[in-house]
């Protein structure tokens, strides 16, 4: 893989904000986690110092997508993306508006291919649907470019993340619109766990990280649902706000916890910087999360 993913769609992640992780045992019963991201190191020599990361919650950095894909020498699926031959046939904002979200997520995967011709391909759908929807090329374009010269920055990310949506979401308020900025978020939340789950999730052979990834998702679907709920006066919002629910039930059967005194939360920067956690989380659970997913997008694709 010659080149590395340099940007993100940045409109349809930013409504995405921290949520406090669970930081405790529970004092009843000791749980027996079936996945653990802490590494052999970490619990089993005290002499080893275990290196901390930081965690966005709801964003995962493009170096981090990178680094998956490579790490599992995942090839390119050209049948994954939405088709760009669908984008005429959204004649509806809410479909347009869900579908401009999904195609910005199949740019970024493209471009982490380096796929040339698909690049322009799919970034001319993004700004077609964009124009469609009646919102400025330069909310999208400036920062992306600018996410050319600084992608592993996470506060760079995270800076351009909250402006450029903020931009998106003021020109849509003033045209009395913002149920469309939640649609898209919605469509770019959706395809990017319909990504993960469908490429990078190998059920004969789980990846603890991709799991990890899924299994995040947790804390991000309780973040878009209370940034949803903000738009319903709009019935196609409410419509898939319940999807999302039903959804919900699945991430909500399992726990994620945190070791005493490992760690640390940044409400500034929204980040959570630990060594790892222990998670609850069945094969059986991702599978029914990656399942669901896929019928979900499929009918969100679906003209």
Same mark, same amino acid.
């Given at each position: 893989?010659?080149?590395?993913?340099?940007?993100?769609?940045?409109?349809?992640?930013?409504?995405?904000?921290?949520?406090?992780?669970?930081?405790?045992?529970?004092?009843?019963?000791?749980?027996?986690?079936?996945?653990?991201?802490?590494?052999?190191?970490?619990?089993?020599?005290?002499?080893?110092?275990?290196?901390?990361?930081?965690?966005?919650?709801?964003?995962?950095?493009?170096?981090?997508?990178?680094?998956?894909?490579?790490?599992?020498?995942?090839?390119?699926?050209?049948?994954?993306?939405?088709?760009?031959?669908?984008?005429?046939?959204?004649?509806?904002?809410?479909?347009?508006?869900?579908?401009?979200?999904?195609?910005?997520?199949?740019?970024?995967?493209?471009?982490?291919?380096?796929?040339?011709?698909?690049?322009?391909?799919?970034?001319?759908?993004?700004?077609?649907?964009?124009?469609? #929807?009646? =919102?400025?090329?330069?909310? /999208?374009?400036? *920062?992306? &470019?600018?996410?050319?010269?600084?992608? +592993?920055?996470?506060?760079?990310?995270?800076?351009?993340?909250?402006?450029?949506?903020?931009?998106?979401?003021?020109?849509?308020?003033?045209?009395?619109?913002?149920?469309?900025?939640?649609?898209?978020?919605?469509?770019?939340?959706?395809?990017? #766990?319909? =990504?993960?789950?469908?490429? /990078?999730?190998? *059920?004969? &052979?789980?990846?603890?990280?991709?799991? +990890?990834?899924?299994?995040?998702?947790?804390?991000?679907?309780?973040?878009?649902?209370?940034?949803?709920?903000?738009?319903?006066?709009?019935?196609?919002?409410?419509?898939y706000t319940k999807k999302l629910i039903f959804l919900k039930r699945y991430f909500d059967s399992f726990d994620i916890y945190f070791k005493i005194g490992d760690l640390k939360i940044d409400f500034n920067r929204k980040v959570i910087i630990a060594s790892g956690c222990d998670m609850?989380?069945?094969?059986?659970?991702?599978?029914?999360i990656r399942d669901y997913c896929k019928k979900l997008r499929t009918e969100m694709i679906t003209p």
């Open positions: 893989m010659k080149n590395v993913l340099k940007t993100l769609i940045l409109f349809i992640i930013a409504a995405l904000t921290l949520t406090t992780c669970r930081n405790e045992k529970p004092v009843a019963h000791v749980v027996k986690p079936s996945f653990s991201t802490y590494t052999f190191d970490t619990i089993g020599n005290s002499q080893a110092q275990p290196v901390s990361r930081e965690i966005l919650y709801g964003l995962i950095t493009p170096t981090e997508v990178t680094t998956i894909f490579t790490r599992l020498r995942t090839p390119y699926n050209e049948l994954i993306t939405n088709p760009i031959s669908n984008r005429n046939l959204y004649t509806s904002n809410s479909k347009a508006s869900i579908n401009l979200g999904i195609y910005g997520v199949d740019f970024g995967y493209i471009k982490m291919f380096g796929i040339g011709q698909k690049m322009i391909n799919y970034i001319q759908t993004v700004l077609e649907m964009s124009n469609k #929807l009646g =919102i400025p090329d330069k909310y /999208l374009m400036e *920062p992306i &470019k600018r996410l050319e010269r600084d992608n +592993e920055n996470p506060d760079t990310i995270m800076a351009l993340v909250n402006k450029s949506y903020k931009q998106i979401e003021d020109h849509l308020r003033q045209d009395g619109r913002e149920s469309t900025a939640g649609l898209m978020l919605m469509g770019g939340w959706v395809e990017a #766990l319909y =990504i993960t789950s469908q490429l /990078l999730y190998d *059920p004969e &052979k789980p990846d603890k990280q991709v799991i +990890e990834k899924i299994a995040q998702q947790k804390y991000t679907l309780n973040s878009l649902l209370n940034f949803m709920r903000n738009y319903y006066d709009d019935p196609v919002v409410v419509y609850t989380i069945s094969k059986e659970t991702v599978e029914k």
